[in-house]
């Protein structure tokens, strides 16, 4: 009988340990995997941002590529045209318009204008 009792307290405490080991197995299991989930997700929203990029340098190669062949159209054209129309082109460039001269230039109405602070011409706003 002693013998039996003894092996059923072995066994209880047994039990014990092994119910202790498997909640902390079971705690060690959800903490893993919460952190396998942040994990996968944050995988996958860098393969979204590499996606993004590569989608957006290979935009930015197909630009800069375009404007290289445009930059070797305008290149080979002028090549062939002739000297003398870009001459023409450049000849029909505006001159800006520059301002009057001081006070000197200005004329009598003006001068007036000037020192009273009224308008008589035909801009007079106001009434004075």
Do not use: C
């Amino acid at each position: 009988m002693q013998l039996l009792e003894k092996n059923v307290a072995q066994l209880t405490l047994i039990q014990k340990e092994l119910v202790v080991q498997n909640t902390e197995l079971k705690k060690q299991v959800a903490l893993l995997e919460r952190k396998l989930q942040a994990r996968t997700e944050r995988i996958d929203y860098l393969e979204a941002r590499l996606e993004d990029h590569s989608n957006q340098a290979e935009a930015w190669k197909r630009k800069a590529e375009e404007l290289q062949s445009m930059r070797n159209h305008d290149s080979a054209r002028a090549a062939i045209q002739p000297a003398s129309s870009n001459v023409l082109r450049f000849s029909r460039i505006a001159k800006p318009m520059r301002g009057g001269g001081g006070v000197n230039a200005m004329s009598g109405d003006a001068v007036e204008e000037k020192a009273t602070g009224r308008s008589t011409g035909f801009f007079s706003w106001g009434g004075n």
